[in-house]
């Protein structure tokens, strides 16, 4: 058994006089990565590897055909992108003096905990591993250009910055043939897709929100048109890109430059935190989860019940387990902005 073993008097009842019944509320976080990949589903007893593959596109056509002449034939040629299967997974484990006489649900507080973290660490994982791509973009000032992610200093997305670099961005992804996301993944237990309007979508850490909305010509959720159109997490849009927001979007605490009188987010007072905004057109990433959506099988072992190893049944516990795996499809249709992040509000 591990060394953590979580037991009476680690979780004892309340003892005041009054008690509300309901357990506390915990962080629960959106569960982003999956809506906007190109989710493959992998059946049981296949390969840990799965391939992604792209047909490309054939050159144009700029010569009119000859009188009676068959023309050459053109050969399709094909793109490759492997990935490889990783399990994840935790668990919690409970003794049987809890489990009879805690006042609480305990077990089933931990199944629900646990749900929670496969999710979550999921997606964290997930957004990790889109973090590598080639094609980046580094915040600037009003009077520096930066170059790297270790000179960052005052390089906040706001102003009228955002709103230039956007333009940026779109005009290579359009030369580079990078479609607009018009369907998404649905919020749902099984692989089905909603409908979006055409757009980029951009997903970036909390801490980003407040410089974002102080974008120039940044448009708030709440005044779209239709404003029930927009997804949870989403903030608002800036021209053709819809921005998304969620804490589990992992960033680089202390990895810009020093931090001086510029008032920018730092977790050590030492150097600034540089945050991505993750920025992608349709099929641009792909995710596998094993066995269907956001597949992570759950296991329960109540206590009171002997088995190897616990002849009396004094130990239960609660998990999860999951094979997963996510990546790059095609580092053209993506592009991160590496930047600073106020402190105010």
């Known amino acids: 058994m591990a060394d953590v073993l979580n037991r009476y008097s680690d979780i004892s009842p309340r003892t005041t006089a009054f008690s509300v019944v309901d357990l506390l509320d915990r962080a629960k976080y959106l569960m982003l990565s999956d809506r906007f990949g190109q989710v493959k589903a992998i059946p049981s007893r296949k390969s840990k590897s799965v391939v992604f593959r792209r047909y490309e596109a054939l050159s144009l056509v700029d010569a009119p055909l000859a009188e009676g002449v068959t023309p050459a034939g053109q050969a399709l040629t094909k793109t490759d992108v492997q990935f490889t299967l990783e399990q994840f997974g935790g668990w919690v484990p409970i003794t049987d003096v809890v489990q009879d006489t805690h006042e609480d649900a305990v077990l089933q507080e931990a199944i629900d905990i646990l749900g929670d973290q496969a999710s979550f660490s999921l997606d964290k994982i997930t957004w990790g591993k889109l973090l590598g791509g080639t094609s980046v973009y580094y915040g600037q000032s009003s009077a ?70 102080a974008c120039t010509a940044f448009v708030s959720a709440v005044n779209y048109a239709d404003s029930d159109k927009a997804i949870e997490g989403e903030i608002g849009s800036i021209g053709d890109f819809r921005f998304c927001i969620t804490p589990l979007m992992p960033y680089w605490a202390n990895g810009g430059a020093a931090v001086g009188t510029d008032a920018q987010l730092s977790d050590g007072a030492v150097n600034n935190n540089v945050y991505p905004i993750l920025i992608f057109g349709k099929n641009a990433y792909g995710v596998c989860p094993f066995k269907g959506k956001m597949a992570a ?33 095609n580092d053209a249709w993506m592009t991160r902005i590496e930047v600073t992040a106020t402190t105010n509000p």
């Open 144 to 213: 520096t250009a930066y170059t790297t992610r270790l000179t960052l200093a005052l390089a906040p997305f706001t102003g009228t910055y955002g709103a230039a670099i956007l333009k940026k961005i779109k005009r290579t992804f359009q030369k580079n043939g990078a479609q607009f996301q018009t369907t998404i993944v649905k919020a749902s237990v099984k692989i089905a897709t909603q409908p979006v309007g055409p757009c980029y979508f951009a997903v970036t850490h909390s801490d980003v929100e407040a410089d974002i909305r």
């Open 297 to 329: 099988d759950m296991f329960v072992l109540n206590p009171g019940v002997a088995r190897g190893g616990d002849p009396l049944g004094q130990r239960g516990s609660a998990g999860w387990k999951a094979l997963r795996t996510a990546g790059i499809l």
